[in-house]
Nanobody, 126 residues
Framework: QVQLVESGGGLVQSGGSLRLSCAAS????????MAWFRQSPGKEREFVAG????????YYADSVKGRFTISRDNARVTLYLQMNSLKPEDTAVYYC???????????????????WGQGTQVTVSS
């Protein structure tokens, strides 16, 4: 079993920065892919950024490309999302997700992930 716990959300002004963390425990070794998704009230959960198997293959939604950076620590037990130049439209609950054996073609799919964190709220004021 895998447990994911997000932290680092909060309230920030437009143009500001936040760094989200996702601590993973349990069976996190091997060929796992990890990603960040977000969900706003009344909207579907959407892909933000993902990492497939190793730190070289990273993927971003067009809306965050150039502003957000996904990374993982050397021990591969914590996932990060550095968010810069935040906009009010970035306001959402952000979720960390993990998928054993994730392939590149599935990185953006919500249904590709088996494990999810509880989410952390990010609010960007204008």
């Amino acid at each position: 079993q895998v447990q994911l716990v997000e932290s680092g959300g909060g309230l920030v002004q437009s143009g500001g920065s936040l760094r989200l963390s996702c601590a993973a425990s349990g069976r996190t070794f091997g060929r796992v892919g990890m990603a960040w998704f977000r969900q706003s009230p009344g909207k579907e959960r959407e892909f933000v950024a993902g990492m497939v198997r190793n730190e070289i293959s990273t993927y971003y939604a067009d809306s965050v490309k150039g502003r957000f950076t996904i990374s993982r620590d050397n021990a591969r037990v914590t996932l990060y999302l550095q968010m810069n130049s935040l906009k009010p439209e970035d306001t959402a609950v952000y979720y960390c997700a993990l998928a054993p054996g994730l392939i590149q073609s599935s990185v953006r799919r919500v249904d590709a992930y088996d494990y999810w964190g509880q989410g952390t709220q990010v609010t960007v004021s204008s």
